[in-house]
């Protein structure tokens, strides 16, 4: 059969290259997300919490471009919005109300964005996204977020949440932290939220709370630095065993689990422990090893060290109290495996979690 003129000009085109849009191969088309080597490390965002200013600190001595949107998916591959040679610290321009995700790209990969740590009024409002898994997927930016207590936030702080659409929040905090406690030494501190949020939920855990009426006993009792260490393993050990604590996780799940609910933050009164077995729980679900995990759990220490820094100082025997510690975290990994089997099991049997459909919701 005769070719007509619309089939050679149509090889012709495939032939000269001009139907592909940046270079002859799929490695060079435009990607949104991780791709090539794990860059991930090569290069990072913090905002300043007062002004809001966005700085890029790139640590690889390799030339780099830098996208943004406001999600992965409209992230604008045609127009970088700042390059370089190399290593450095690089302002940004930003929308101070908005936040942004980025998309860092060198020749060996390329790598998604955004601040780790909220640039709000608080310690310890992080975003999980950029945590990488064991089978090489990262967790996806903008849709669980990590905090303390959420009464500190002022207008600018609002907006700024707003633009990230928070939907929902979880509070583990019981009704005396909330009203205030420690003697009336601790303000009350309700939550101020984004006018985004469609569901404030509130599942109160008393064990982790580092001021129950237990704990202010035992120090007015007088006890001692290695006493107060064990308070804290032993709270770490009734969060996933005490049936009333056990449940409340469970339902937590529930809202982790319903994509109609994200993003979602969850969060106690520093976002340490009660927060921390959370976290624990989310991304060992999600595939991310023990040591990456224990790693993101003690930055807290660093984190929320100015928040507790006066009473510290007033009562030393505290210390313990209002810090974070490996053996904290793994009393909680020891009693799982001890009471329910293993971890897998756990999550699955006792939390009714999907691994994947958690893994779906969560990961790139």
């Given at each position: 059969m005769k070719k007509n003129l619309s089939y050679y000009l149509l090889l012709l085109f495939c032939v000269s290259g001009l139907f592909v849009s940046c270079g002859d191969d799929d490695d060079e088309k435009p990607t949104i997300g991780y791709s090539g080597k794990d860059i991930s490390g090569d290069a990072r965002i913090a905002r300043d919490k007062e002004t809001k200013k966005a700085v890029l600190s790139v640590t690889s001595d390799k030339a780099w471009e830098l996208y943004a949107g406001s999600t992965a998916e409209d992230i604008d591959m045609n127009t970088p919005c700042l390059t370089g040679d190399g290593k450095g610290s690089f302002d940004l321009s930003v929308d101070a109300a908005k936040r942004q995700l980025f998309l860092f790209k060198n020749s060996e990969g390329q790598a998604l964005l955004a601040e780790t740590l909220l640039p709000v009024h608080g310690y310890n409002f992080r975003d999980l996204g950029g945590i990488k898994t064991s089978d090489g997927k990262f967790v996806r930016w903008g849709r669980l977020f990590r905090t303390d207590?959420?009464?500190?936030?002022?207008?600018?702080?609002?907006?700024?949440?707003?633009?990230?659409?928070?939907?929902?929040?979880?509070?583990?905090?019981?009704?005396?932290?909330?009203?205030?406690?420690?003697?009336?030494?601790?303000?009350?501190?309700?939550?101020?939220?984004?006018?985004?949020?469609?569901?404030?939920?509130?599942?109160?855990?008393?064990?982790?709370?580092?001021?129950?009426?237990?704990?202010?006993?035992?120090?007015?009792?007088?006890?001692?630095?290695?006493?107060?260490?064990?308070?804290?393993?032993n709270s770490y050990i009734e969060m996933v065993t005490v049936d009333e604590y056990v449940a409340q996780y469970k339902e937590f799940f529930k809202l982790v689990q319903n994509e109609n609910s994200l993003p979602l933050s969850y969060h106690c009164s520093a976002g340490k422990d009660r927060t921390g077995v959370a976290t624990m729980l989310i991304l060992t679900a999600l595939g991310v090893d023990k040591a990456t995990i224990m790693e993101d759990y003690l930055l807290s220490a660093k984190l929320v060290e100015a928040k507790y820094k006066d009473y510290v100082d007033m009562i030393k025997v505290i210390a313990p109290l209002v810090t974070v510690d490996e053996k904290y975290l793994n009393a909680a990994y020891d009693k799982i495996d001890e009471k329910y089997g293993s971890m897998a099991k756990f999550l699955t049997e006792t939390l009714g979690v999907d691994l994947d459909k958690m893994k779906q919701l969560y990961l790139y």
């Open positions: 207590e959420m009464n500190k936030l002022d207008d600018a702080d609002l907006a700024y949440l707003g633009s990230t659409g928070l939907k929902t929040v979880v509070d583990f905090r019981t009704e005396t932290e909330k009203e205030g406690g420690f003697g009336g030494i601790m303000r009350p501190s309700p939550d101020i939220l984004p006018s985004t949020v469609k569901e404030a939920s509130n599942l109160p855990i008393n064990a982790g709370n580092i001021f129950s009426d237990e704990i202010l006993a035992k120090i007015s009792g007088g006890t001692t630095l290695d006493a107060m260490a064990q308070v804290m393993v």
